[in-house]
């Protein structure tokens, strides 16, 4: 087949894939669509199913009073089309039709077909073939569809639990799952090695499913692990240690159909506590580290920075652009949204959240700044370090960037970039060692000292606003008595007084119980505060306080929970179990260090802190590393961003960074 008619194919299937389930046909040729507006909505209510998204296009595109949303109840006859419309104040929604197993296959169709745009590099053989992988994989598929019942029985209506032929539900989505990895095992063995160099393209392409709570690449990366788990030998001693705390996490699971709203965590988050669906994460987390591992510890002979440093201004240039194209067009939010895969929708304006934050198609205006700011400094790094020119079209990529960096205003991303980069130009400039150390301490203490003499707060009220936002968290706060002026105990921070009943008789949680203990009884001597407040006092300057005083007033462990966690990506027992005023929403604790305290408990943050701490150490000399890595590190710290997919693998991609420096040069401008 010639290039020209290898692009001819690849151009009508992109089209069939991504345009054409919206142009089926309405099935009465005799109405005529309208314009949706007030009066028009009665026309839509009646003539339900009869029109696709594409039919409304003419008379709609530029109507910006619409907001069209997926109407995840829809049957298969309905789907793609008009199934409602219900006019608000604000704005009409129009509901198009999606049904859970179309999305499953149609939606996997379009991100396999990205795959196989990744060039061929050399073949990767596997030892054996992919029966027990896909096997096993869909095993673990039924588990999860098992386990997060309650999740798939809010929308669809033909899910069943049944384990039969007669569950058509069930079989059709095996059915396609087994479709799916027999046509990415294909892709797979000719892409192995240059997958890394495109992964950047995962900020773009999410891969979270329309009616699925799960992950394409979550899927593709669990089977990836089970192909190297039967063929390579793994970490016996690390496999060893996680299959005791997984007995642990499933003995002392309560195996209740929970059901916690995953919102934009939709794909990597457990939205229930029932023991087969922590099997599934449990499992999958397992794989997908494993895969992860696999894949930048083989493929590091074959890593392009060039290459990954222009998918990854690519990407930002992308993100920027859809964003204000979905802001202004409704047809193109909600086809963004679909094919993107994103967790939810774009926004619908250019304005700002409150004044301030603007989050695109990302999931979140912080995780937005995150990913342009570590972009922006791995961009200037690599260039600068490796002397790899920025072509014209890349210096436009970079400002696209920069727009999304501003318009999430994310003050620490922005903050720690120039920091990072001041620190990278001041390396390079400055050779005395001694005269680096003695800037840099004077910076720091300069800031401390310009922070306390500025700062409108008091000492007294800075070490105590932690407590003081958890205690009014607690459902116990609308109890407490106040003076003549309002005020209650917690508002002078006189915290003795809950500490009145024993730690088993009080409604507190026992994090906020221990912490008030600590506060009260430790001392908070000037100088020299406790741990609690020193924590508090950090919370402030970069706002966090609410935040974690809200995690503090709902982390209720028993002391096993404490040490061991509840598993990976297991949330809903965390958020539902200990009622606070924020059970209702999505309040997470804004900090990765505390959702992995969730998951593997202290054991697995102080274990994940000294590795973090042998790498910087082992390659201090790596000032590139070492600036990318700790830029993550330090945002990640006050953000959630390791429960979203693409994030966590940019953190894994960067803490082994280190291990490409011997092939970045040979690799440096392969095309």
């Known amino acids: ?63 910006d009073e619409i907001n069209i949303l997926p109407d995840t109840y829809s049957s298969v006859k309905c789907n793609s089309k008009i199934n409602g419309v219900d006019y608000f104040e604000s704005d009409i929604k129009v509901y198009i039709g999606t049904n859970a197993n179309i999305d499953f296959l149609l939606q996997s169709l379009i991100w396999l077909l990205l795959i196989a745009l990744i060039p061929k590099s050399n073949v990767r053989k596997f030892k054996y073939n992919n029966i027990i992988p896909i096997a096993i994989t869909s095993i673990l598929f039924t588990l999860h569809l098992l386990g997060e019942k309650n999740f798939y029985t809010s929308f669809a209506k033909s899910y069943s639990s049944n384990i039969s032929f007669d569950n058509y539900f069930l079989t059709s989505l095996i059915a396609a799952l087994i479709f799916i990895l027999i046509i990415f095992d294909d892709l797979l063995k000719d892409r192995f090695y240059n997958l890394i160099n495109y992964f950047p393209f995962m900020f773009l392409f999410i891969g979270a499913y329309n009616t699925f709570n799960l992950n394409f690449y979550l899927i593709i990366l669990v089977y990836i692990g089970l192909r190297i788990f039967f063929e390579t030998k793994v970490n016996v001693k690390l496999t060893l240690l996680y299959a005791l705390l997984t007995v642990f996490w499933l003995v002392n699971n309560e195996n209740i159909y929970l059901y916690f709203d995953v919102d934009k965590l939709k794909g990597f988050v457990s939205s229930s506590q029932s023991t087969y669906s922590q099997i599934f994460w449990i499992i999958s987390f397992y794989f997908v580290v494993l895969a992860l591992y696999t894949i930048l510890n083989e493929s590091k002979d074959f890593v392009n920075l060039k290459m990954i440093r222009y998918n990854f201004l690519l990407v930002g240039g992308l993100v920027s652009l859809f964003g204000i194209l979905s802001a202004f067009y409704p047809f193109i939010r909600f086809l963004t949204y679909y094919n993107l895969g994103l967790n939810k929708l774009g926004m619908g304006n250019f304005t700002a959240i409150e004044g301030n934050t603007w989050r695109g198609i990302s999931h979140s205006a912080e995780a937005l700044g995150e990913y342009a700011a570590f972009t922006i400094l791995f961009a200037v790094l690599i260039s600068f370090h490796y002397k790899i020119k920025i072509s014209n079209f890349e210096i436009v990529l970079i400002f696209l960037t920069l727009l999304n960096l501003f318009r999430s205003n994310n003050f620490a991303a922005v903050s720690s970039m120039v920091i990072f980069i ?37 000492y007294k009220f800075v070490s105590s606003v932690l407590l003081n936002e958890a205690v009014n968290a607690s459902i116990i706060s609308d109890t407490l008595p106040g003076n003549e002026d309002g005020f209650t105990a917690a508002d002078f921070s006189n915290f003795e007084i809950f500490l009145q009943e024993s730690k088993e008789d009080s409604s507190l949680s026992s994090s906020l119980y221990y912490a008030l203990d600590q506060y009260t009884n430790d001392g908070n001597i000037k100088y020299l505060p406790d741990s609690v407040a020193m924590v508090s006092q950090i919370s402030v300057p970069i706002n966090r306080s609410e935040k974690w005083g809200i995690f503090i007033a709902k982390y209720d462990p028993d002391f096993f929970e404490f040490i061991f966690g509840k598993g990976p990506l297991q949330l809903a027992d965390y958020y539902l179990s200990h009622e606070t005023k924020y059970n209702d929403g999505l309040v997470l604790p804004h900090s990765s260090l505390l959702d992995l305290l969730i998951f593997f408990g202290i054991f697995g943050v102080f274990s994940l802190l000294i590795y973090s701490t042998y790498l910087i150490y082992s390659n201090k000399k790596n000032a590139v590393y070492n600036y990318l890595f700790l830029f993550l590190l330090i945002n990640y710290m006050k953000s959630d961003s390791i429960l979203y997919l693409s994030s966590f693998i940019l953190l894994y991609f960067t803490t082994y960074f280190y291990k490409f420096s011997f092939a970045i040069e040979g690799n440096l401008y392969n095309e």
């Open 422 to 458: 001041t620190l990278f130009f001041m390396n390079q400039l400055i050779k005395s060692k001694s005269f680096k150390i003695t800037l840099i301490i004077f910076v720091i203490f300069s800031s401390l000292i310009i922070y306390s003499k500025t700062s409108e707060y008091s």
């Open 1 to 63: 087949m010639s290039s020209n008619i290898r692009k001819l194919t690849f151009f009508l299937t992109t089209f069939l894939l991504l345009l054409l389930p919206w142009f089926l046909q309405n099935s009465s040729e005799e109405i005529e669509p309208v314009l949706i507006d007030k009066k028009g909505t009665a026309f839509y209510q009646t003539n339900t199913c009869e029109f696709t998204l594409f039919d409304i296009l003419s008379q709609n595109f530029l109507n």
